[in-house]
C-alpha cells in the first residue's frame, strides 16, 4: 500500500463548477502538505503549501489539511480551462525531507 | 532566464545503449534531484544530492548513475538501457531551509528506449 493515495481520475467538470481534488495518507508523521500542478509536458510547480492542520487560501485555490482523517484537499473555484492539468499532492514528515507523491489526478475545465 | 534546465528534452535509442542526461540549475540551490514519471503520471523519486552527497537512492538499479560536478549541476547516466526505462525525467532542485519546502522542476527528459 502506498504512503499517499490520490485517486488518477480523469476528472471532467464544466468551466466556472468548484473542483475537490483530494489525497489521503497513513503516515501520521507527515506534518508538510504541498499540491503541485503540472500542465502537459511540463514540470511541476509548486502551487499551495501548508504546514500542519488547517486551511489556506490563494485566490481562487484553497488547500485544507485535516491531520486526524489523514486527508487534504485542494478546492478551485470559478474553475478556468487553464487549471486543466494534473495535479500532485506531495509531503513530508520534516520540512528538507524526501517528499512523498501522489499519483496525480488529471483535471479537464470543460469550457 | 530558465531556473532548472535538462538536456536533450527529447532521447530516442536502441536498447543496451548508454546515454546521459544532464541538468542545470541557477537558483543558487543546494540539493538536486532526479525524478522518473512513468505513463501513469507516478513520481519516483530515484536520487538526491546535497552539498556533492548522495543523500537518497531508492532501490534504483545500479545502471543508474548520478554525477554531480558542482552543486549547480546533476548529470544521470544510465548504462545498458532497457524497454523499461522508457520515461520521462525530470530534475529538480530545492534550498535546504527554505520554508516552503519547493522543489523546482525542469521541463523533463522524454526517454523512449526501442
Known amino acids: 500500500q502506498k504512503e499517499v493515495e490520490q485517486d488518477p481520475g480523469p476528472l471532467s467538470v464544466p468551466e466556472g463548477a468548484i473542483v475537490s481534488l483530494n489525497c489521503t495518507y497513513s503516515?501520521?508523521?507527515?506534518?508538510?502538505f504541498m499540491w503541485y500542478r503540472q500542465y502537459s509536458r511540463k514540470g511541476p510547480e509548486l502551487l499551495m503549501y501548508?504546514?500542519s492542520s488547517g486551511n489556506k487560501e490563494d485566490g481562487r485555490f484553497t488547500a485544507q489539511v485535516d491531520k486526524s482523517s489523514k486527508y487534504i484537499s485542494l478546492f478551485i473555484r470559478d474553475s478556468q480551462p487553464s487549471d486543466s492539468a494534473t495535479y500532485l499532492c506531495?509531503?513530508?514528515?520534516?520540512?528538507?525531507?524526501?517528499?512523498?507523491w501522489g499519483a496525480g489526478t488529471k483535471l479537464n475545465i470543460k469550457p | 532566464d530558465t531556473a532548472v534546465s535538462q538536456t536533450p528534452k527529447y532521447l530516442v535509442t536502441q536498447m543496451g545503449n548508454d546515454k546521459s542526461i544532464k541538468c542545470e540549475q541557477n537558483?543558487?540551490?543546494?540539493?538536486m534531484y532526479w525524478y522518473k514519471q512513468d505513463s501513469k503520471k507516478f513520481l519516483k523519486i530515484m536520487f538526491s544530492y546535497n552539498n556533492k552527497e548522495l543523500i537518497i537512492n531508492e532501490t534504483v538499479p545500479n545502471r543508474f548513475s548520478p554525477k554531480s560536478p558542482d552543486k549547480a549541476h546533476l548529470n544521470l547516466h544510465i548504462n545498458s538501457l532497457e524497454l523499461g526505462d522508457s520515461a520521462v525525467y525530470f530534475c529538480a532542485s530545492s534550498q535546504q531551509g527554505a520554508t516552503d519546502n519547493e522543489q523546482f522542476f525542469g521541463p523533463g527528459t522524454r526517454l523512449t528506449v526501442l
Open positions: 503516515n501520521s508523521a507527515f506534518q508538510y
Open positions: 537558483l543558487g540551490h543546494d540539493t
Open positions: 501548508t504546514y
Open positions: 506531495a509531503m513530508s514528515a520534516w520540512r528538507n525531507n524526501q517528499l512523498n
